[in-house]
Every structure is written in structure tokens, then in C-alpha cells.
């Protein structure tokens, strides 16, 4: 694309400017407003997990019913968020984004009010469906409102306010359930989404490219959508049915037939929902296969993290959320900077040099033991918020950088669906691989610890418990026996994370090598690029 077809690109998608200096439209305020909302997202996706236990005791739940009301979330999510960034591409970013933030927010007020695991089960499935509208439509906003010599810098404290929202759940959510109730972990998106669509109504402008496509690619969508729902189902699935199981394998076939099937549709269809042509962008595509990659090694390992600490070292959710303190200011602090340095200097050296950070710190993390303290922790943590600071910021602009202004929702939805994909996938792949080492060892480690012979189909159990770093010590053992089985949960445990976080570190540097492909988005300009802020 020449730069004269860029500036007459960006002149008719936004033929007007100067309204930037009042409060509709302006830059900052904008990611102001869109922060707010994307706050009350990413906030939701860690803070429930430290409900789950009050609302099973509550609501008399099954373990089957707690998973759902993770898995249903997460499955809506996954499945929408592509077809939602297509509905703001089509109906307007501003639109899309206050009915995303009022739905999730009296999504979360019924979730509250509910009194049966059904009905949180079914309303989990509405914050989802409404998550999906709202963060797509976020990242379409901030590619139409900030000029591309400010967008990375955009970019960055959006990536900061993700990560200090994910790590903060915790914390909150273990102080809200401690001192009030479960119910207020959701009442509280009400008022924070009350404010977020009041701060829409005012600052928020509406961006449209005249050449967005005016219908809908349903059969686009229904293939799309069937695959990502079989894709995540069965990496969901995976631990409980095995990877070799019949179920587990029709399900991945069921989404390797519907993605092929979707591929031969938008090939041919007018006005399809994810025009391939954007997948001829290097770029593009290696940014959304690092953001996979990077979600992996992050989500998947951090699954193990939270285990380590509170069932190996004995913290409370509040504790283990204040020593992953360090991850979340490293984030905070690197994600503006890493932004201001992408700016500068382009995306592929700082990508690259992020996941070799990255992968350092997952190699540094696979080193811990029962009894490491908290320096070494933190140490490693920090190292860890470092590294994938720059990956989401430089990630996420050379996808939605890469891709045509009119299909800016399309890639907002694209590089969440990769986020979602990658954390699903490194939770699966991570824990299969952490089950298989407990399989091996912990046989032999109950043997040489000279404990009692387990019954005939019991280790399976045991291994099930180990596996999540809990001690199975049952009731009224010796507290000579109960500290040699605690002993070998643990070593067994932190030996199986250990393997997962080589693992991890492993993707990590090959993430860095698909970094290498990256550069500027070449459409960057396209967005706001005659804007003064």
C-alpha cells in the first residue's frame, strides 16, 4: 500500500479531527473509558476461581458443577469473539462495546442474585457471550482513535491494566469472599459497569470504514463457531478423558473437520467472516501464532503457580495473589514502556528479546523447590512479567496493526480468540504432562518413603490429588505417616512442575523464533493518523 492510498484511506474513514479536542473522541479519554471496561473482563477471569469453593459450599454444587461455571465462561468466550469483532466491524465499535459492558455487568448483578448452580452456570455463559462483544470492540476502538506513533504506547496500558486485573483477582477476590460474601465477587461489576457505560456515552466516538462489509457470513459462523467450541471443549476435556481416549479424539476431529470446512467456505464466500487474505500477511499471521504461543507458556504455567503456592506452601488465596505481586508491577511498569520502545524501534527485536526473557524466566521457574523462598520467587516472577509485558503490546499491534481498518474488530477478535486458545491449550498440554510425571514417580516415591502398600486402584486417586499439589492424607493418620505422605505429595508435585515449566520454557523459545517474522503494522496508519493529541 502506497502512502498516498494510506492518507486518503485514513482521510475517508476519519474525515473529522478536530472534535479530538473536546471530550468525545479524545485519545485519552477514550482509553480511559475503554479501560474500565476491560478492567471489569479480565478482573472476572481470575476473581470467580477464588469463589468457586464458597459458591460449591453455598449452593451444594458437585465438583462437575464448580468446573462449569469456569468451563462455561470460558467456552462462550472462546467461541464469540471473532463473530463479535465482525459485529463491531459492521455496526460500530462505540455501539458494540456499551451493550458488551451493560450485559456483562447485569450478567454479573443475576450471577449474584442466583440460588441454584444452574442459573450461575447459565449467566456465566451471558458473561461470556457479552465479554466477547466488548473486548474486540476495545482494541477498535483504541486502532481508530490513536495515530499510529501513539497506538503502541495505547496498546501497552491497556496490556497493563490486563495484567494488573488478572493478578489482582485474586487478592480481591480472597478479600471479598473472606469478609463478605461470594456473591459480591460479582455485584461488584455492576457499579464498575454502570461507570464504564456512563464514561462511554460521553467520551467514546463511533468509527465505521465505509467499505465494511454490510451482510453476515452465517454459515462462516456457524463453522467457526462449532470448531472453537470443539477445539476448547476438548482440551477442557482432555485431563478427565485421557488424550488417547475416543471422546477426546472425536472432538479434536470434530474441530480439524469444521476448520477445514470454514477455510473452504470464506474462500469463496462474497463477504466472508475472516477474509483470508489478511493470513497473507506474515506479520499478521505470526503475531497471532506468538500470541498463542505466549498464552501457553503464561496461562498453562501459571496454573501450576497458584497450586504451588497455597497447597504446597500453605498461603491463603490473598497471600499467593500478594507474591505474584511482582509479576503484576513488572507488567504494569513494562507494558507503557515496552509500547513507547516498540514505537521506536519496531516490534521484531523487542518480540524477540521479550521471549527470550520469557523463556528464562519459565527455565528459572522450573528450578523451584518445596522450601525456595520468596526472593527466588519473586526474583523469577518479576522476570517472567518482564518478558511477556512486550509481548502483549508488540503481539497485539502487529495483528491489529497488520490487518485493513474495516476488519479492526475482526482482529481485535482474532488475537483474543489466540489468547484464549493458547491458555486453554498450555493448561491441557501442561497438565497432561504433569499427570504423566506424577504416573511415573509417584509409584516409586511412595515405595521408598517405606509407606503403606496403596490398595489395588487406589494410586490412580492418590496421583489425581498429588497432581494439584494436595497432600492425600486421610483421616486419623499417624502425624509420622501423614508428614512422610506430605512429603512425597510435595516432592512429587514441584518434580512434575517442574518438567511442565521446561516444557513451557521450550515454547517460549520457539515463540522467539516466530518473532522474528513480525514487523510494523502496515496499516497502522489507517486509524487516526492526521490526530493531534
Request: proline share 5%; hydrophobic share 55%; glycine share 12%.
Amino acid at each position: 500500500m502506497t502512502s498516498q492510498t494510506t492518507v486518503a484511506r485514513a482521510a475517508t474513514d476519519h474525515p473529522v479531527t478536530e472534535s479530538r479536542k473536546g471530550l468525545r473522541g479524545h485519545p485519552w479519554l477514550t482509553l480511559f473509558a475503554v479501560a474500565i471496561g476491560v478492567m471489569m473482563v479480565a478482573l472476572d477471569g481470575t476473581i470467580v476461581a477464588i469463589a468457586n469453593p464458597a459458591i460449591q459450599s453455598d449452593l451444594g454444587a458437585s465438583l462437575a458443577d464448580v468446573q462449569w461455571i469456569t468451563n462455561s465462561y470460558m467456552l462462550a468466550l472462546a467461541v464469540a469473539l471473532i463473530t463479535a469483532g465482525k459485529l463491531g466491524d459492521r455496526f460500530g465499535h462505540r455501539q458494540t462495546f456499551l451493550i458488551g459492558v451493560a450485559g456483562f455487568a447485569a450478567a454479573s448483578g443475576a450471577i449474584g442474585l442466583s440460588d441454584s448452580v444452574v442459573a450461575v452456570v447459565l449467566f456465566r455463559v451471558f458473561q461470556g457471550l457479552f465479554g466477547a462483544l466488548l473486548m474486540p470492540a476495545a482494541l477498535g476502538l483504541l486502532r481508530a482513535t490513536f495515530p499510529a506513533e501513539k497506538l503502541n504506547m495505547a496498546i501497552g496500558i491497556w496490556g497493563a491494566v490486563i495484567g494488573a486485573s488478572t493478578a489482582a483477582g485474586p487478592i480481591i477476590g480472597g478479600l471479598l469472599v473472606e469478609h463478605v460474601n461470594w456473591q459480591s465477587v460479582f455485584f461488584i461489576n455492576v457499579p464498575v459497569g454502570l461507570l464504564a457505560v456512563v464514561l462511554g456515552v460521553v467520551i467514546l466516538k463511533d468509527h465505521r470504514a465505509e467499505n465494511t462489509a454490510k451482510s453476515f457470513d452465517i454459515p462462516g459462523i456457524v463453522l467457526l463457531s462449532g470448531a472453537m467450541f470443539c477445539l476448547i471443549w476438548a482440551l477442557i476435556k482432555a485431563h478427565e478423558w485421557h488424550w488417547g481416549s475416543s471422546r477426546t479424539l472425536l472432538f479434536l476431529g470434530l474441530a480439524l473437520l469444521s476448520f477445514v470446512l470454514f477455510v473452504v467456505w470464506e474462500a469463496k464466500a462474497r463477504e466472508p467472516l475472516l477474509p483470508l487474505r489478511m493470513f497473507r500477511s506474515a506479520p499478521l499471521s505470526a503475531g497471532t501464532v506468538l500470541m498463542v504461543l505466549m498464552a501457553f507458556g503464561f496461562m498453562g504455567g501459571l496454573f501450576f503457580v497458584t497450586f504451588y503456592l497455597q497447597n504446597v506452601h500453605g498461603m491463603t488465596p490473598v497471600d499467593s495473589g500478594l507474591h505474584l505481586l511482582p509479576l503484576t508491577a513488572m507488567m504494569i511498569v513494562a507494558s507503557p514502556a515496552a509500547g513507547a520502545l516498540i514505537t521506536k524501534v519496531g516490534p521484531r527485536i523487542p518480540l524477540v528479546g521479550a521471549m527470550v526473557i520469557t523463556a528464562i524466566a519459565l527455565f528459572g521457574l522450573s528450578t523451584l523447590e518445596i522450601g525456595t523462598g520468596t526472593g527466588l520467587m519473586s526474583l523469577w516472577f518479576a522476570l517472567l512479567g518482564l518478558g511477556l509485558a512486550p509481548v502483549m503490546v508488540g503481539a497485539t499491534e502487529v495483528i491489529v496493526g497488520n490487518a485493513p481498518i474495516e476488519h479492526s474488530g475482526v482482529a481485535g477478535g482474532l488475537q483474543q480468540a489466540a489468547m484464549q486458545v493458547g491458555g486453554s491449550l498450555g493448561t491441557a498440554v501442561l497438565g497432561a504432562v504433569m499427570a504423566n510425571r506424577v504416573d511415573d514417580t509417584l509409584p516409586g516415591n511412595w515405595a521408598d518413603a517405606k509407606l503403606p502398600p496403596v490398595p489395588e486402584g487406589q494410586m490412580g486417586k492418590l496421583a489425581d490429588a498429588v497432581s494439584v499439589g494436595a497432600a492425600p492424607v486421610p483421616k486419623g493418620t499417624p502425624p509420622p505417616i501423614a508428614e512422610k505422605i506430605t512429603a512425597v505429595a510435595h516432592d512429587t508435585f514441584v518434580s512434575g512442575m517442574g518438567v511442565s515449566f521446561v516444557v513451557a520454557g521450550c515454547v517460549a523459545a520457539a515463540a522467539a523464533l516466530v518473532a522474528v517474522l513480525t514487523k510494523r503494522g502496515e496499516n497502522a496508519e489507517a486509524g487516526a493518523g492526521g490526530a493531534h493529541l
